[in-house]
């Protein structure tokens, strides 16, 4: 019962370089989302995705982009990196019924950009 | 702008006591009410929901809802030293969109 995972846990890279954060969730959820954590604001979300194929953006999609063929599956883009990405980010994922919104998340990446 | 609000602390009360965490929020239309607990370097931990008003009751933890206040909060009974951390208040606004408040940070005394 893996639940929902991310890799990597930490990574380091330069300024202008692609970086992929991957998420994987083992619950069948239909729900994914990806957050940032950062000093001073909290948790921010960056993209969202209802189902396989259907994604949509949340208050700071800017520099990412997602994709997401699989239901399990959830990978976060930098498609060129900026120092003001470097930031904690949270995969999480739920399910509706009956009304339940419930987030579970990840154990998290830490992005550095150099 | 949507916001959920919290006092940043640290709020620090001796162990065996209670603890009570504030939250307010802006969207008089919001319907579910979170709160997560984020110890240092870790992931935000679910540990209660609440979606109507008044109280609900898990363990030691309570959530209470105001919605004509626009207020929820969360009791901690019989503090322990574990319970230390920062607790994250989410409210869902629409859909799945949840805000997220910056959080308290919580430190229990022994």
């Known amino acids: 019962d893996a639940g929902i995972t991310q890799s990597p846990r930490y990574k380091i890279t330069e300024t202008g370089r692609q970086v992929t954060l991957m998420c994987h969730q083992t619950?069948?959820?239909?729900?994914m989302f990806w957050y940032r954590q950062d000093l001073g604001h909290g948790l921010r979300l960056i993209y969202y995705s209802a189902a396989a194929d259907i994604t949509d953006k949340g208050e700071v999609p800017d520099g990412y982009v997602v994709s997401r063929s699989k239901t399990e599956n959830f990978p976060l883009t930098l498609e060129s990196a900026t120092r003001s990405q470097t930031s904690v980010y949270f995969c999480?994922?739920?399910?509706?019924?009956?009304?339940?919104?419930?987030?579970?998340f990840g154990p998290g990446t830490r992005l550095t950009v150099t | 702008q949507k916001e959920v609000e919290q006092n940043s602390g640290p709020l620090s009360v001796p162990e065996g006591a209670i603890a009570s965490l504030n939250c307010t929020y802006s969207d008089r239309g919001s319907q579910s009410f979170f709160w997560y607990r984020q110890y240092s370097g870790k992931s935000p931990e679910l540990i209660m929901s609440i979606y109507s008003n008044g109280d609900k009751e898990d363990g030691r933890f309570t959530a209470q809802l105001n919605k004509a206040s626009q207020y929820v909060s969360l009791l901690i009974r019989d503090s322990q030293p574990s319970d230390s951390a920062t607790y994250l208040c989410a409210v869902n606004i629409y859909g799945q969109n949840f805000v997220f408040g910056p959080g308290t940070r919580l430190s229990v005394l022994p």
């Open positions: 619950w069948s959820h239909s729900y």
């Open positions: 999480a994922s739920s399910e509706t019924g009956g009304g339940i919104y419930e987030q579970y």
